[in-house]
């Protein structure tokens, strides 16, 4: 049921529509087709005093709707190849372009969090803003060390808003649910509520400046991407001090081409970018519109606005990439049963089918070239065909999916011959082999190794314990049988007994030199390039061999 509240927002959308000569949105529903052509006699059709170009009156509409529309127009801005070119230039001028609150405000605000006058926390503070977007916008200052650094603040009463507008969400969802055919199976109300929670962990600029430290260490040394360093002393939940960078407007390639930066491998080293945040760190910016991406003339990215990060699971990661793979192999039922064991569609689906379906989506446009291919596209009809298996969205992976439209978009700016399978495809190769090679075995033991040396000091109290057991058990059983019956028993329990020890024996002194030689390997030096020379790895190596060779060489018959 909609309440008054969220009634009257309805009311303000339906009216800053019609007033921007949008009312055709409105009566282009289907509910409400049949009146269409109540537009002709709308009063916003008579009295308007001027016709503005169509993206101008989209773009204006959704900034006075507020920052969740916004959010929305920056995303479609970086779909070139799904917008019209008049309506994706209008929406790129919400990147930065968000009209300001005036800068006093700004001022106070950082006063009142850090209960000191601007003046004792900045050499200098430029109440013009730099940059406006739809959550906060950001100044130039200086501090009294002479360092240059932007400042961070988060716009007053944007909070009630945002709530006041997630509820209308809410609403609708509930409503697409209960009254829309794919209302369960998109689940609209979870992805509501991954996108709360995405929105709202943007009004806390120490959670983004945590972020920004994170991804700054995971690229430290990069030549691909710098993340500008964060001033904590003057971060507060409101107010996050960062230092200030230099560069190019990722979107504005007259000056790209100027400074001599090579596009092509721009355009691939984003991909890379992704993907190495995604599979490499489970640990991605996902808001990377142009507004948020700056190149310096030596073509290395420069990343800021962390307000939004995503992560996966590892579960998850193994699927995309399989997923992925698949895909660029045209392994359609590798694809078909990856959907099924990721539990993206019913367990019960019948995989001949579903990879049926696959095949005639992907078949018609793997036959053009691939630079030619849209991954975007190729989601849109993925996700039409799936319909009918009952496929659900995947909340966790809103974020991702948003992230990867967004990094083909831009690559396609910056390269209209971007090939995003062929740039990918190497990478999440061998990411694969790492993860299911030797490597990962490896990194498991490393990892591991620090518990295991815990619990090896037990093994023989553990070992004792059982054979214990295993004896009275005997005993047990040999004392229900009479007679002759009851030796010959007895000896057949014996002797099965003494087949248990030897191989548990075994394979507790296997599984003892494996983790020995594992916890040898943890500490070993990794700078030594010699094999005799490092005399830990060496005794890994021959630990781990008898350790493996004891465990699997089982005693036969008889033995």
């Known amino acids: ?72 127009g920056q995303i479609l801005s970086t779909r070139r190849d799904l917008l019209p070119d008049d309506i994706a230039v209008e929406l790129a001028q919400l990147q930065d372009n968000v009209p300001a609150f005036p800068g006093a405000e700004a001022r106070a605000i950082i006063e009142k969090s850090f209960g000191k006058p601007v003046s004792e926390l900045f050499a200098k503070f430029d109440e013009k803003p730099l940059a406006s977007a739809s959550i906060a916008q950001v100044h130039t200052a200086t501090l009294h060390d002479g360092s240059e650094v932007v400042v961070k603040v988060v716009r007053p009463t944007i909070e009630k808003i945002i709530r006041h507008d997630l509820e209308l969400l809410y609403t609708v969802a509930d409503l697409a649910a209960r009254f829309w055919p794919d209302g369960k199976r998109l689940r609209p109300r979870e992805v509501v509520a991954e996108f709360e929670k995405s929105i709202l962990d943007e009004l806390d600029l120490m959670r983004e400046a945590s972020s920004a430290s994170m991804l700054r260490r995971n690229f430290s040394g990069s030549d691909l991407l710098y993340v500008p360093e964060i001033h904590w002393p003057l971060t507060r939940r409101n107010v996050m001090v960062m230092e200030r960078i230099r560069g190019m407007q990722v979107s504005d390639l007259d000056s790209l081409k100027a400074q001599g930066v090579d596009l092509k491998a721009l355009s691939e080293h984003g991909v890379e970018i992704f993907f190495t945040q995604v599979f490499r760190d489970n640990f991605f910016h996902a808001d990377m519109h142009p507004g948020n991406i700056f190149v310096e003339p030596s073509g290395r990215y420069i990343a800021v606005d962390f307000g939004i990060m995503g992560t996966l699971s590892h579960d998850d990661q193994h699927y995309l990439a399989g997923n992925f793979l698949a895909f660029f192999q045209r392994d359609y039922r590798k694809v078909a049963e990856l959907h099924v064991e990721s539990g993206w569609v019913p367990e019960d689906t019948r995989v001949e089918e579903f990879e049926a379906a696959i095949r005639t989506v992907c078949e018609p446009i793997f036959e053009r070239p691939l630079k030619d291919i849209s991954f975007g596209f190729l989601l849109l009809r993925l996700f039409q065909t799936a319909r009918r298996f009952d496929m659900e969205v995947q909340p966790q992976l809103v974020l991702l999916q948003k992230t990867l439209l967004n990094i083909e978009g831009l690559g396609r700016q910056l390269n209209p011959e971007l090939d995003l399978w062929k740039t990918a495809k190497p990478y999440l190769e061998r990411w694969m082999s790492e993860q299911m090679g030797v490597r990962s075995i490896l990194r498991s033991l490393r990892r591991n190794a620090p518990e295991w040396s815990e619990k090896l000091p037990e093994i023989p109290v553990l070992l004792h314990q059982w054979l214990s057991q295993a004896t009275e058990g005997g005993a047990t059983k040999s004392s229900a049988g009479e007679g002759g ?28 030199l494996l983790i020995s030689a594992s916890i040898v390997y943890v500490y070993a030096d990794p700078t030594s390039t010699s094999m005799l020379g490092n005399a830990p790895l060496l005794t890994w190596l021959m630990g781990g061999l008898a350790g493996f060779v004891l465990i699997f060489s089982w005693p036969r018959h008889g033995s």
């Open 1 to 72: 049921m909609i309440g008054v509240r969220q009634a009257l927002r309805l009311i303000h959308i339906n009216n800053v529509l019609g007033r921007h000569g949008l009312d055709e949105v409105i009566l282009a529903t289907h509910m409400l087709r049949p009146i269409r052509f109540l537009q002709y006699l709308s009063p916003w059709r008579w009295f308007r005093r001027e016709s503005l170009p169509r993206g101008v009156r989209i773009r204006r509409s959704l900034e006075d709707l507020g920052p969740i529309f916004v959010k929305f």
């Open 485 to 512: 019956a009851a030796v010959k028993q007895l000896k057949e329990v014996r002797l099965e007994i003494r087949r248990g020890n030897r191989r548990l024996f075994r394979a507790v002194v296997g599984s003892a």
